[in-house]
């Protein structure tokens, strides 16, 4: 037998999405496809915005340090 087990398989945030989907498809909810969609984009927005401001406090940090022209060398 093999010892390594796969990982993968479908997560908690697509099962919901599905499930969303499903009732909408249905009629179950009436919801916008927004909020249909909300388990995809919220979790990409907030990613996109946690790099965004990593980014930000670098650039700032960059700036206060004086070593602006560092990396561009």
């Known amino acids: ?39 995809i984009w919220i979790p990409t927005a907030i990613v996109v915005f946690v790099i965004g401001v990593i980014f930000a406090v670098g650039g700032v940090i960059t700036l206060v340090s004086g070593e602006r022209g560092r990396w561009l060398r």
């Not at 997560?11 to 388990?39: D, M, Y």
């Open 1 to 39: 037998m093999n010892d390594q087990s796969e990982a993968g398989g479908v997560g908690c945030l697509t099962v919901v999405f599905i499930v969303f989907l499903v009732l909408k498809l249905t009629g179950n909810i009436e919801w916008s496809w927004i909020w249909v969609f909300a388990p």
